[in-house]
């Protein structure tokens, strides 16, 4: 039976964090973030941006899930012809609308039908997204711990909430709420498999 910290090891072997969803955001070493503020007693919001500079990694290109087994169309039954892409589709979880991001599908344009490969296997990831009460999700985080947000807050907000969630990630229980108290705010989420769900930021009444 292997530890949680190995298996938060085995999700980042690299010891990188991608952070989804914006194209081009870097990503940020983490572990060695952490160890750094740590050793200084500071917290990684303190850091300015030149500081960051020696954690950030460029966020490699998007890479292209078109396997070998997959054909580059299939026919459709409206009598066009459905061609492989990668890109948002949308769904509907009963009255939920969930958005799937750079999911691997077969696509018409006239009938406007998706159809997935068997092996994309959409269930489960948009089971979680319901469960978590998300408005999208990007299919491309589904086997790696990824933090997401329902809340409309900065991404200065959301960049020093990620470096707190990891630092207490040890601590976050699969299938329960959790709450960590950062500054004047109480965070409050959900992590359901490897989804990390940031649902509520609550300001401290002093
Ligand atoms: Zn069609």
Redesign the pocket.
């Known amino acids: 039976m292997k530890s949680d910290d190995e298996d938060f090891e085995d999700d980042f072997p690299d010891g990188v964090y991608a952070i989804p969803p914006s194209p081009g955001e870097p990503k940020i070493k983490v572990r060695k973030l952490s160890d750094y503020c740590k050793a200084r007693g500071i917290k990684p919001s303190d850091l300015s941006e030149e500081e960051l500079k020696p954690f950030l990694s460029e966020r490699s290109e998007d890479k292209c899930y078109h396997s070998s087994t997959m054909r580059d169309s299939i026919d ?7 061609v492989y892409q990668v890109d948002t589709v949308e769904h509907y979880v009963l009255e939920k609308k969930i958005l799937l991001h750079h999911v691997p599908h077969y696509y ?6 998706v159809t997935y490969d068997i092996d994309t296997d959409i269930i489960p990831l948009l089971k979680l997204a319901y469960s978590l009460q998300l408005k999208e999700i990007d299919w491309q985080d589904r086997n790696k711990l990824t933090i997401v947000f329902n809340a409309d807050d900065n991404d200065e907000l959301r960049h020093d909430i990620k470096c707190i969630i990891n630092e207490n990630i040890d601590s976050i229980i699969d299938g329960e709420s959790f709450a960590i108290i950062y500054g004047s705010r109480v965070v409050v989420g959900q992590k359901m498999g490897n989804i990390i769900a940031v649902q509520k930021m609550i300001e401290k009444v002093f």
């Open positions: 459709c039954r409206c009598g066009k012809t459905k018409c344009r006239s009938c406007k039908e």
